[in-house]
């Protein structure tokens, strides 16, 4: 536990050097484009910072800090900053400083001022269901130390659960230091677990931050040219590709191609799903249809998704950083109540 404590401890110091790397890159973006039209031109002053976003994740001895930032910079920016410089996505020069280096470098993506007040009289429960998420999650890690006793399939299901639970706070947590400053954004997640198709999963309610990049990106540029059916196959293929960089900066081993098989599989059920119910031939009753389409999911992720990650030796790392992270909230949140004066005698 010291010695996590520890690392935690120096990786903070280096998050801090990230982020003012970060954020100078993402000024001198925002500079160079306002003085450049988008094309190549534009594509050629923004193509120095690239790298730089490739390599900043591997300055972190942390898994979870390095493969947040991986998912953060080397995917979510990259994209955004390929985008920008022919004009598309999120961002634009024409952006505020702060907004624009908060949506080039977190995943975030700014809500439209119509939608501004309807998205305020959100924020309450989010930050409740975030709280509640925290607990859940601090939960799952402690039933780790039985992991032994569990069924393999027991176990891939807390996985799972951990897996998403993480996720949804981590980008929760990316998105509130913005939303203080009176910024609204877009959810993150929409009710999952309430997908009533693997077309409603991936396209409305799963990390829908990804799912905007990849839109304009890939979807859009080759349906024009190729038609429906190759837009949403390249979608699921250059996710599988971009999943598999994000395992190696996770594991530091070779892509096993299994998160490639994952996203192949998925682009081709959603187009046959899609052509059965445009065929009048699948159109279920959504309480039968959410539990075939979570099923699906979860099958097809314990086969595919989660089995790779267990595999690696690096899981101990990763349950012993979180075992750390939890100890040290635990701690932080005891000091804040004896500090008011509620320590319980």
């Known amino acids: 536990m010291g010695s996590e404590s520890n690392n935690m401890e120096g990786d903070l110091e280096i998050l801090a050097k990230v982020s003012l790397w970060v954020a100078a890159s993402m000024t001198y973006v925002r500079f160079a484009s306002s003085k450049i039209r988008p094309g190549k031109l534009r594509l050629l002053t923004i193509l120095p910072v690239l790298p730089l976003l490739l390599n900043l994740p591997w300055s972190f001895s942390s898994i979870h800090l390095r493969a947040i930032s991986a998912f953060f910079l080397a995917w979510l920016a990259l994209f955004k900053l390929l985008l920008l410089a022919f004009g598309l996505g999120p ?139 190759a837009g949403v196959f390249a979608t699921f293929l250059v996710s599988g590709l971009m999943h598999e960089v994000m395992v190696y900066y996770v594991t530091l081993a070779a892509p096993t191609g299994e998160m490639m098989a994952f996203f192949v599989l998925h682009g081709l059920c959603t187009l046959a799903e899609v052509r059965a119910r445009k065929a009048g031939l699948w159109r279920p009753n ?60």
């Open 91 to 229: 961002l634009s020069p024409s952006l505020p400083l702060f907004p624009f280096l908060s949506s080039a470098s977190l995943p975030i993506k700014l809500l439209p001022s119509s939608q501004s007040k309807q998205s305020s009289s959100l924020s309450g429960h989010r930050l409740l269901f975030s709280a509640v998420k925290a607990l859940l999650l601090a939960a799952v890690i402690k039933i780790y130390r039985y992991r032994d006793e569990f069924p393999p399939c027991l176990l891939f299901s807390i996985l799972g659960f951990h897996i998403y639970l993480l996720l949804d706070l981590v980008l929760a947590s990316a998105a509130a230091p913005v939303a203080i400053f009176g910024l609204e954004l877009e959810p993150h997640f929409d009710a999952p677990f309430r997908a009533a198709s693997l077309q409603d999963f991936w396209g409305r309610r799963w990390n829908l931050v990804v799912s905007a990049i990849l839109r304009p990106s890939v979807y859009h540029p080759v349906r024009a040219r190729c038609g429906f059916d």
């Open 286 to 345: 959504p309480m039968v249809a959410v539990p075939i389409t979570v099923g699906f999911l979860s099958v097809t992720a314990i086969w595919l998704l989660l089995s790779p990650l267990l595999r690696s030796g690096e899981f101990e790392q990763v349950l012993a950083e979180s075992v750390a992270a939890v100890g040290f909230l635990e701690d932080a949140g005891m000091a804040l109540i004896g500090r008011i004066g509620l320590r319980p005698k």
